[in-house]
T-cell receptor, first 115, second 112 residues
């Protein structure tokens, strides 16, 4: 079974600075998807960014980018020019291409943004 | 195109009562997933359904929990004889075929 680990329960960043959230996962599969979700206080799950394992190029979405290290099974999220609205819980998630379509989530990192 | 709808948003039950959580997927989506989020934890997969079929229920407790996705109407997650440990946020997601999942706003269940 796949597992996803987020080793940072809480992170703090100054507004306009850059922060990196860590995620590692364990799998024996070679093809899969990885995701970062944001969960603000409203509890709505919002997809931030996705990465296909077969793609070597790191995904980027505006101020959000990932550092995908397949051999190390590492998938970190970098948030540049942090804004107050970025404050939320961030969850890393894994999706197998074989075993159904369900997502396996990490335990989350609470990001605080200081003005 | 409305997003994934869940109702109720908040549900309070006393121990021993039944809880029924509803999920209406996005239009055109035939795949529904239920996840549970305990306080201060990540989401945990419970069950995956297609219309009239349970595809994978490996994450669902064997007793008291059931799910359905009928041909017509919303998907229902049913919890019988609720206990305090069932208090959690329950999220539904839907997808078209095997693709990106879109999440609903969740139902927060509180068991007194």
């Amino acid at each position: 079974a796949q597992t996803v680990t987020q080793s940072q329960p809480e992170m703090s960043v100054q507004e306009a600075e850059t922060v990196t959230l860590s995620c590692t996962y364990d799998t024996s599969e070679s093809d899969y998807y990885l995701f970062w979700y944001k969960q603000p206080p409203s509890r709505q799950m919002i997809l931030v960014i996705r990465q296909e394992a077969y793609k070597q190029q790191n995904a980027t979405e505006n101020r959000f980018s990932v550092n995908f290290q397949k051999a190390a099974k590492s998938f970190s999220l970098k948030i540049s020019d942090s804004q107050l609205g970025d404050a939320a819980m961030y969850f890393c998630a894994y999706r197998s291409l074989r075993a159904g379509n369900m997502l396996t989530f990490g335990g989350g990192t609470r990001l605080m943004v200081k003005p | 195109n409305a997003g994934v709808m869940q109702n109720p948003r908040h549900l309070v039950r006393r121990r021993g009562q039944e809880a029924r959580l509803r999920c209406s997927p996005m239009k055109g989506h035939s795949h529904v997933y239920w996840y549970r989020q305990l306080p201060e934890e990540g989401l945990k997969f419970m069950v995956y359904l297609q219309k009239e079929n349970i595809i994978d229920e490996s994450g669902m407790p064997k007793e008291r929990f059931s799910a359905e996705f009928p041909k017509e109407g919303p998907s229902i997650l049913r919890i019988q004889q609720v206990v305090r440990g069932d208090s959690a946020a329950y999220f539904c997601a839907s997808s078209p075929v095997l693709d990106e999942q879109f999440f609903g706003p969740g139902t927060r269940l509180t068991v007194l």
